[in-house]
């Protein structure tokens, strides 16, 4: 790796991602952003006595280690 094969995880877990050898690319999924607008989400719906359906994006970013490389090198 990277140079047959580039390899890419999810969630971006340090001790795993960065205790790999090479170290792992990654994509970090901004779990504390995701479990605070649950937890808003939740108290609106407490608070409100109703829920609503819908749908919230919460940004991620790929976060790139030695495990991957541009193609060609």
């Not at 050898?21 to 407490?46: C, F, H, M, Y």
């Not at 919460?58 to 193609?71: D, I, N, T, Y």
Request: charged share 15%; with cysteine; proline share 8%.
């Amino acid at each position: 790796m990277p140079d047959d094969i580039a390899l890419v995880g999810v969630d971006n877990w340090l001790p795993t991602a960065e205790g790999c050898r090479p170290a792992l690319t990654s994509v970090d999924l901004n779990l504390q952003q995701v479990g605070r607008t649950a937890a808003e989400l939740l108290l609106q719906a407490i608070q409100q006595g109703t829920t609503q359906p819908g749908a919230h994006t919460v940004p991620c970013r790929l976060v790139v280690r030695a495990s991957s490389a541009p193609a060609g090198g």
